[in-house]
């Protein structure tokens, strides 16, 4: 699929700086309508440069988009275009919209989750990030741990008085033997990452002879009702409300045909996909998943991993798959593990914290802030990612509340309608003057707006 091609291909942005706009052929040979998978809106692509009608047809189908060859968007009203290049062929999106407090949001969308290039329309010329009002990207539901009676003819839970208690969380899982989708709400695990149909791996629906075998059937059973289970069912199934996302449970056949090679050595534990996020077993009814410290267990979340990595590493191997083909593969999942692993530098436009406390960020109003030891890992994703060791403060804004502007929060003070997630309880420490600290800011999880280490005035 291209747009996994090209998210390997295109430069990594470092924390905001701008990209350069390349300089794109004027020819266009296509273009393309669809509905953006992370704002969920309506776009338009140009193909510029030298695409192939198949090439063009194959992009477009990934988007679950309509072609229409040797004609341009034309949209009337627009925000600006994110542009990508490969191999000398240009696409450019058009953006549409005629909201002005739209551009910042807009501008993320296109770098930080697209990995494009922004060019921004009259309308957002010289993009004021500063002056977004944070509208476009779905924002991200913290997880809630639901608990509730069994459902009939169910056996009582095992949790205070017989309940059920089941994290709402891509990594969290119900009690072994029940459906995921009884115990939790989906709708809040696809704010949680970015959700979109996706088709499955062409031939899926084939018939597997291996369906007849009696302990093969067995353990493709098992490993269906662990995943059944868990969060992945929101997306990895028919009820996804706008089609499943490349594999899925009741897909006709052996849904295992669905999954594409690289799902496959996930399953197999042979890539890393500890930056995903994960609870301690004890916390999650006993499912397990990758962990920093353990990174090569199943991307699944289960109560075996070296059972569920056998099954995948013997459908791996089926489909002559080795592990060193995937070896040191790691930017699978967008931006989860370079932000992880970023360091960040100075600040250097005028971000920190101003001697009477407020604090000063570039890049639009936030939701999340930290300030963490300057040698602590960046934050990322829940529950065992975004508190890293070092943090000294963190506040956040509610889903349903309106992000901070910089300039507006003091340190140590949480703004009315914010929550401070550390320390617990009582004030931060207080700042050493002439110390380096981390400033850590997000419009939302994973979309960082600043990342650097100020100095404490
Ligand atoms: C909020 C939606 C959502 C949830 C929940 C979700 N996924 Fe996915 N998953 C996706 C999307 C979308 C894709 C397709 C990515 C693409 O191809 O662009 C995907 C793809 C995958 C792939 C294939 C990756 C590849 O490169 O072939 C695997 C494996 C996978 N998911 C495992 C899981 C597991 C395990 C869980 C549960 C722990 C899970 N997913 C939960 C949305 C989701």
Not at 112 to 121: I, L, M, S, T, V
Not at 310 to 335: C, I, K, S
Not at 409 to 427: D, E, I, N
Request: proline content about 10%.
């Amino acid at each position: 699929m291209l747009c996994r091609i090209m998210c390997v291909l295109v430069a990594v942005l470092g924390g905001c700086a701008k990209k350069e706009v390349p300089v794109i052929p004027e020819e266009i040979a296509g273009s393309c309508r669809y509905e953006n998978r992370f704002s969920r809106k309506f776009e338009c692509r140009d193909y510029h440069g030298d695409w192939t009608e198949e090439q063009i047809r194959q992009d477009c189908d990934s988007w679950g988009g309509e072609v229409t060859i040797g004609q341009a968007c034309n949209l009337e009203q627009v925000l600006g275009y994110c542009i990508w290049e490969q191999e000398g062929r240009y696409i450019r999106a058009s953006l549409p919209g005629n909201d002005p407090g739209a551009c910042g949001s807009t501008l993320r969308g296109c770098e930080f989750f697209g990995r494009g290039a922004f060019d921004p329309a009259p309308i957002c010329g010289g993009v004021d990030p500063d002056q977004d009002r944070g509208g476009g990207l779905v924002v991200f539901q913290q997880p809630v741990r639901r608990c509730q009676d069994p459902l009939p003819g169910e056996p009582p839970g095992r949790s205070p008085g017989g309940q059920v208690c089941t994290w709402e969380m891509i990594s969290g899982a119900t009690e072994p033997g029940r459906r995921f989708a009884d115990y939790a709400s989906c709708d809040r695990v696809r704010t949680q990452r970015p959700y979109y149909p996706v088709p499955t791996a062409p031939g899926a629906d084939r018939p597997d002879e291996r369906l007849q075998d009696p302990e093969y059937a067995q353990e493709l059973a098992w490993v269906r009702s662990q995943i059944e289970s868990t969060a992945c069912v929101c997306c990895h199934s028919s009820s996804a409300p706008r089609g499943p996302s490349n594999w899925y449970l009741d897909a006709p056949g052996n849904f295992i045909n669905g999954f594409f090679d690289r799902g496959i050595a996930m399953g197999a534990g042979w890539i890393d996909t500890s930056g995903l996020g994960a609870y301690p077993p004890e916390e999650n009814n006993g499912f397990s998943r990758a962990t920093p410290d353990n990174p090569h267990h199943t991307i699944f979340v289960t109560t075996d991993d070296a059972r569920m990595r056998r099954f995948f590493v013997r459908e791996a191997e089926r489909r002559g798959l080795r592990q060193e083909m995937f070896a040191g593969m790691r930017y699978v999942f967008g931006p989860i593990d370079e932000q992880r692993l970023f360091r960040p530098s100075a600040c250097t436009r005028g971000e920190g914290v101003t001697p009477d406390g407020r604090i000063v960020w570039r890049g639009g109003r936030a939701r999340y802030l930290y300030v963490l030891e300057e040698g602590a890992a960046s934050p990322t994703v829940p529950p065992n990612l975004d508190l890293p060791a070092g943090t000294i403060w963190r506040i956040d804004v509610p889903p349903e509340g309106e992000p901070w502007a910089s300039g507006t929060v003091r340190y140590g003070q949480v703004p009315a309608g914010g929550r401070q997630r550390f320390p617990l309880s009582g004030p931060p420490a207080p700042l050493v003057s002439g110390r380096r600290y981390y400033l850590y800011v997000t419009a939302d999880i994973l979309q960082p707006v600043t990342r650097c280490l100020m100095v404490a005035p």
